[in-house]
């Protein structure tokens, strides 16, 4: 497997450091402003006509250790004995998001599918319900990873491109991985400290939260916000929302912000809220989110021993992250790689929610607030 | 170098390397923008965390105060539950999965018959077992044994409740499950309820008097000896009742009557073998199982025994009590193969043995129910001559002895026949006092006898005779006012005749009845005088306005010297009273002369005219004029 580490900009137009056009999959992250007129797209497909084009907008994209906010970054990718295969969806409603999950894994299922990669709108589509569909149909076997396109702190888009298709709202992209010679190592970790006292989700529609203990959610945020408040929804991202299911502890998820509605004093995340499961805030720090990010480096690397070759580390880690770690956000770059080898390629973008496996069920999970490293490798 | 040092180190670095240029110079502007905001990156940060730590703090805190509010209604609460579990009437332990008591009330404790605190929380339920069979619980088991039991059928579910005694004291053990693990253990002492169930059950087998069994354990003993009897083991069943029992009751009152009962019983069973079986089927009617296997099984020496001691005269609360009895006896399996047969055939024979003269006895025979057929079969036609008015009176006269003008008529009752004859009282008024339809037909009688005098001429009388069963009812002088009322005629002309056996009853209910009558404005005759035993005491106890002698007197007044002088005596004390005398049954003039002779005032008889319809009344007044000229002087 080959890598070529790519660069877009509008004024320097595409630059890689390969120098052939022959890929299989190019994947590809930049800001929402540089993809919506659609050149970079346009310009990836021409510089590699055969290869499967697929990429999003970010809250920040890096290819290597630094985080880039303008422009795009991209790797191509050619494969040694592995097949790929696009499946996308358009015009997703998010009441459709299950459905939608369940016909990409329907057209992408096949014996030898060793993994899925999955690029989605952010705003609408609830991505627990598009990662249940597609595990549903897929079954645990098969290791689902991927992001929620972003828009940096703006809330307002959120674009994916895919093959011959533009970047556009309200799209899902799914690539397949075939053959027995591909590796899908998988890592997701926060470092997030939970803080504060326990809360129980007393009000809520889906991933609408109306109530906890009772009292309005949007209250509770407005009070530990104080004068960031005025940044809602993105400031939420500071406060990240630790929920489970009381009659099953240990299995948490973290969820996320997508926006508030000062009116009905509601806020929307980026899962399903159910009522009745507890929840607790969180609060970070930078040593402990960059703990975390080696972390999740550690068991995507455990889980693809053995192959070799550089391969591609894809990262997917939360805007949230980024928002509160500033300009320390490259360290926590810096230790993924520090638990990979000397010049592995790294590609990644600032998302408004990760899909990686849970560890102890292999069933496909939207994340929030995490680092999320998938390894891509072909094994000798 | 420290670990902070190294980042803040590395952070600059980049900040510089940021700032640096291709060329390899440094944009100073960049470097200080990247590091000032680094700087309030980090105070930001700072703010936000200081606010957080504030506010967390804040609400453990009211979460704090919550929690002490919360501990504070668990330790109200746990006295009230304490406060309940010493209040309650059972026993209670509430045991972990390793029977260990929870905890324990102080009444199960009591219950089980040990001191204070033998039994707290720790104490295993085989510990318990041990310290409270020591004292009692389970007698004649071993503790060990006793542990097994409660366990096998309590702690393990298989049966709901388990009883136990504790010393005298009868317990009912149960257990509910808790949820998780544990179970409730609950003691009773049912001691009481099970006495009281034993009370209710002999109660409802016994009569409360005289302990003796009653009518419907009596009947199950005859089946029980029937069941033998088919296996050539017969018995004997005897019925008998009390004579005379009902005026005890009448004129000494019920616990007299009651003590009478006790001693009965007692004198029966005194009496009896241990094989054979009295009861009491209610009033003062008692039955006997005569077990007929041991020889010489002889009934009739036992009916006989019987009449003799329960003849005896009494003593009882100074009162000397003479009662008879009467029994009739039925053998099985002859005379029927169920035990209400049985008993019917007993009553018929008890009943003809009363027919036939009160200290009797009498076996069953086939006839008797023959007769009880026919009785039964007056009794519907009885019925049916009321609802089809079969009934008539006829009227016969009373006349003035000294001026032999007639002063009024006795309506007789006479019940009129499908072929035409008419049926005289005798015949069927005891029945008819028996089933209690006497009352509607002397009301009839009354109704009509008013209705007929007012056709009458002057101040003319019709006397009517009333059965003591019909006085004796509460609503007679309603009866009689209604009569009056509805007729239209004059009080006074109304002459109710009552007989000595009214007066048998209680005597101030029954003068107080013949004043309420007397008050209407009626008068009140003493009907067949001189037959009873103490009629002059009657004669002091109410001021009858006339005294009716019996024709047994008249028939004898010409021949008997005797009953010349009974007449004289009772038309002298008529006189000093101031009563009028009517002499009955008068056939002869010599009859008639005699009557004159002693002062009598009134007679009738077939002398002056048989009962006659009402339609010839008219003709026979008109004719009395002629028939009788002594009578114009």
């Known amino acids: 497997m080959r890598v070529a580490k790519l660069s877009w900009s509008p004024q320097a137009g595409l630059s890689s450091t390969g120098d052939e056009p022959q890929a299989d999959l190019v994947l590809y992250f930049g800001a929402r402003p540089v993809l919506a007129e659609g050149g970079c797209h346009q310009a990836l497909r021409e510089a590699f006509p055969g290869a499967v084009v697929v990429g999003c907008s970010t809250g920040g994209q ?20 592995t097949r790929v295969r696009l499946a996308t969806e358009n015009a997703i409603e998010r009441g459709a998001s299950h459905a939608c999950g369940r016909r990409l894994g329907a057209a992408l299922a096949a014996p030898d599918l060793a993994g899925v990669l999955v690029l989605s709108d952010g705003l609408h589509v609830n991505g627990s319900a598009l990662a249940a569909g597609i595990t549903e149909r897929l079954g645990p076997g098969v290791p689902v990873s991927g992001g929620l396109a972003g828009d940096g702190a703006a809330f307002a888009a959120t674009l994916v491109g895919a093959g011959e298709a533009a970047p556009a709202e309200r799209r899902v992209a799914a690539i397949g991985f075939y053959g027995p010679s591909v590796r899908f190592g998988h890592g997701s970790a926060g470092g997030w400290r939970r803080f504060g006292p326990e809360r129980r989700i007393t009000q809520a529609d889906g991933p609408v939260l109306h109530e906890l203990d009772g009292a309005p959610a949007l209250d509770l945020y407005e009070r530990y916000l104080g004068d960031e ?42 899962g399903d809220m159910p009522a009745g499961w507890r929840a607790q805030l969180m609060r970070g720090g930078v040593d402990g989110l960059v703990s975390g990010a080696a972390e999740a480096a550690r068991a995507a690397a455990q889980r693809c021993e053995g192959a070799a070759g550089d391969g591609l580390a ?18 926590e770059i810096e230790a993924v790689a520090a638990q990979f080898p000397p010049g592995q390629p790294i590609l990644g973008f600032y998302s408004y929610g990760e899909l990686s496996p849970l560890a102890a069920s292999g069933h496909c999970e939207l994340h929030n607030q995490t680092m999320t490293v998938t390894l891509l490798r072909e094994a000798a | 170098m420290g670990d902070v040092e190294a980042k803040m180190e590395r952070l600059f670095a980049r900040q510089l390397a940021r700032a640096t240029g291709p060329d390899g110079g440094v944009d100073i502007r960049a470097l200080a923008r990247m590091v000032r905001s680094s700087y309030e990156e980090a105070e930001r940060d700072r703010l936000r965390t200081d606010r957080a730590m504030d506010l967390m703090a804040e609400e453990l805190e009211g979460a704090n105060v919550e929690l002490e509010r919360l501990l504070q209604d668990i330790s109200v609460q746990n006295l009230r539950f304490e406060a309940a579990l010493g209040n309650m009437p059972h026993g209670l332990a509430m045991l972990d999965a390793a029977e260990r008591v929870l905890v324990v009330n102080a009444r199960l404790g009591e219950m089980l018959g040990l001191p204070d605190g033998a039994v707290v929380p720790g104490t295993t339920l085989a510990e318990m077992v041990a310290a409270a069979c020591a004292h009692g619980f389970c007698p004649g088991q071993e503790a060990e044994e006793a542990t097994r039991d409660i366990r096998r059928s309590l702690l393990s579910g298989s049966a709901a409740e388990i009883e136990r005694m504790a010393g005298r004291r009868m317990l009912l053990l149960s257990s509910r499950r808790m949820e998780g693990s544990g179970c409730v253990l609950l003691v009773q002492d049912i001691t009481e309820r099970r006495a009281q169930e034993a009370r209710i059950a002999h109660l409802a087998q016994h009569d409360v008097l005289t302990g003796l069994p009653n009518r419907a354990s009596f009947l199950a003993r005859i089946d029980q000896a029937l069941a033998r009897a088919q296996r050539g083991e017969g018995f004997a069943l005897l019925c008998l009742d009390l004579d005379r029992f009902k005026q005890v009751n009448d004129t000494l009152g019920h616990p007299i009557g009651d003590l009478l009962l006790t001693e009965v019983t007692a004198r029966l ?18 039955a006997i199982i005569q077990d007929l296997r041991r020889q010489p099984p002889d009934t009739v020496a036992l009916a006989r025994r019987i009449v003799e001691v329960v003849s005896a005269p009494y003593l009882i609360n100074g009162h000397r009590i003479v009662v008879g009895t009467s029994i009739g006896i039925a053998l099985a399996p002859a005379d029927g193969a169920a035990a209400d047969t049985l008993l019917k055939a007993a009553d018929l024979a008890l009943y003809r043995a009363k027919a036939d003269g009160r200290g009797a006895w009498r076996f069953f025979e086939p006839a008797m129910d023959a007769r009880m057929q026919e009785r039964r079969a007056t009794e519907i036609a009885l019925r049916d001559a009321l609802e089809h008015r079969n009934f008539t009176l006829l009227y016969q006269p009373l006349l003035d002895v000294g001026t032999l003008r007639v002063s009024g008529f006795e309506a007789l009752l006479r019940w009129r026949q499908p072929d035409g004859t008419l049926s005289l009282p005798a015949t069927f008024i005891p029945l008819a006092e028996e089933t209690g339809l006497i009352v509607q037909i002397g009301d009839w009688v009354l109704r009509e006898a008013c209705r007929a005098a007012l056709a009458w001429p002057g101040q003319m009388s019709v006397a009517v005779n009333v059965s003591s069963v019909q006085f004796r009812q509460p609503r007679f002088v309603d009866q009689v006012r209604d009569a009056l009322a509805e007729s239209g005629l004059a009080p006074s002309r109304l002459e109710l005749e009552v007989t000595e056996t009214i007066m048998l009853q209680d005597s101030a209910v029954v003068v107080a009845q013949l004043n309420r009558l007397r008050a209407l404005g009626v008068r009140i005759a003493m009907d067949d005088f001189g037959t009873g035993y103490s009629s002059l005491s009657y004669l002091r106890s109410f001021p009858f306005d006339t005294i009716k002698i019996d024709r047994s007197f008249v028939r004898d007044l010409d021949a008997r010297g005797d ?4 007449v004289g005596a009772i038309v002298g004390l008529g006189q000093s009273l101031g009563m009028r005398t009517t002499a009955e049954g008068v056939e002869t003039e010599a009859e008639l002369a005699g009557l004159r002779r002693v002062g009598c005032t009134d007679a009738q008889g077939f002398l002056f005219s048989h009962p006659i319809p009402p339609e010839d009344v008219p003709d026979f007044l008109a004719s009395t004029a002629s028939a009788f000229p002594a009578a114009a002087e």
């Open chain 2, 563 to 566: 009953a010349r002088a009974i």
């Open chain 1, 229 to 270: 408040a005025q940044g809602l929804p993105g400031s939420a991202l500071l406060f990240p929302l630790r929920i489970w299911n009381p009659a099953r502890p240990g299995h948490e998820l973290v969820r996320t912000v997508l926006g508030v509605d000062k009116a009905a004093r509601s806020m929307t995340f980026a």
């Open chain 1, 314 to 331: 894809l990262l997917v880690s939360c805007i949230g992250r980024r928002l509160l770690m500033g300009q320390r956000t490259a360290e």
């Open chain 2, 269 to 286: 069973r005194a009496t009896l073998r241990e094989t054979d079986m009295v009861a009491r089927l209610g009033g003062d009617e008692f």
């Open chain 1, 62 to 81: 890096s290819l290597g250790l630094e985080v880039e906010e303008d422009g795009a970054v991209g790797a191509a990718l050619r494969f040694a004995g």
